[in-house]
Nanobody, 124 residues
Framework: VQLQASGGGLVQAGESLRLSCAASGRTLDVFTLAWFRQAPGKEREFVVTFSRNIDNSLYADSVKGRFTVSRDNPKNMVYLQMNDLKLEDTAVYYC??????????????????WGQGTLVTVSS
């Protein structure tokens, strides 16, 4: 499966942004999906992972209550709604996929498929 993230941009602190991830090559409903991010000079870190029907999801503590993930399986799209953005949310955001699994994973190594990333910059 090929993943393409989009929707990044420059926003002010407190504003919202919605990222999209489009998939091609395979239908997304056979995958467990995730968003990761990488801030300048830092390691790529986990943001959220979620099951096929979003009934099982896991958020990083740093984004819990502000970020919400959704997916539209028929359209092969995944979304990350980011509200109340903070300076520390500045990063390149990546969508990732792995074969559907019962247990959600926050580990980068468990995800075989990655999009190219989209830059989110939050200014004060």
């Amino acid at each position: 499966v090929q993943l393409q993230a989009s929707g990044g941009g420059l926003v002010q602190a407190g504003e919202s942004l919605r990222l999209s991830c489009a998939a091609s090559g395979r239908t997304l409903d056979v995958f467990t999906l995730a968003w990761f991010r990488q801030a300048p000079g830092k390691e790529r870190e986990f943001v959220v992972t979620f099951s096929r029907n979003i009934d099982n999801s896991l958020y990083a503590d740093s984004v819990k209550g502000r970020f919400t993930v959704s997916r539209d399986n028929p359209k092969n799209m995944v979304y990350l709604q980011m509200n109340d953005l903070k300076l520390e949310d500045t990063a390149v955001y990546y969508c990732a996929a792995r074969s559907a699994a019962v247990v959600l994973s926050t580990r980068r190594a468990d995800y075989a498929y990655w999009g190219q990333g989209t830059l989110v910059t939050v200014s004060s």
